[in-house]
């Protein structure tokens, strides 16, 4: 019985290592292509804007479909912060879209661009680093 139960929980383990793992490397990806999509400075021979702009939404969604899918494998307090990084980005894609309809019709845009920048290059790293510290805890790299 006790060999059985370590089995399953080894079993367990593994398979939340695996979540943790695949969650962090979608959310490293989102947050790399909203990043690229959002950053002031563009340089030539880049993909199109609108091209960053599929790929981070892809991005975005797969990482947030694929923790929906795994949820249970996290407690309570990771996945707030999870949920809270997700929101975190829609916000920086609203702000950023604000700031592309202006351009287009000729307006003030470069505030909401830069309310949108801020939020990729300076809250989401912080609620990455969070979560980063709390996948460790999880894994038995810190204690």
């Known amino acids: 019985e006790a060999f059985s139960y370590r089995v399953k929980y080894e079993k367990m383990h593994a398979e939340r290592a695996e979540a943790v793992k695949n969650v962090y490397v979608k959310m490293v990806k989102a947050h790399r292509s909203f990043g690229s999509f959002m950053n002031p400075l563009q340089m030539t021979g880049e993909p199109s804007e609108e091209e960053k702009g599929r790929k981070a939404a892809e991005d975005a969604n797969e990482c947030t479909e694929y923790y929906e899918q ?3 494998f996290f407690d ?3 996945a707030k912060d999870i949920d809270l990084l997700s929101k975190t980005l829609r916000s920086a894609w ?3 879209e604000t700031s592309r309809s202006l351009r287009k019709s000729g307006k003030e845009y470069v505030k909401s661009w830069g309310d949108a920048w801020k939020i990729i290059d300076e ?3 912080k609620l990455k680093l ?3 510290n709390k996948f460790r805890k999880i894994i038995g790299i810190l204690e």
């Open 123 to 125: 809250e989401v790293p």
């Open 76 to 78: 309570e307090d990771i």
């Open 94 to 96: 609203i702000k950023f």
């Open 70 to 72: 795994n949820r249970l």
């Open 130 to 132: 969070r979560i980063e």
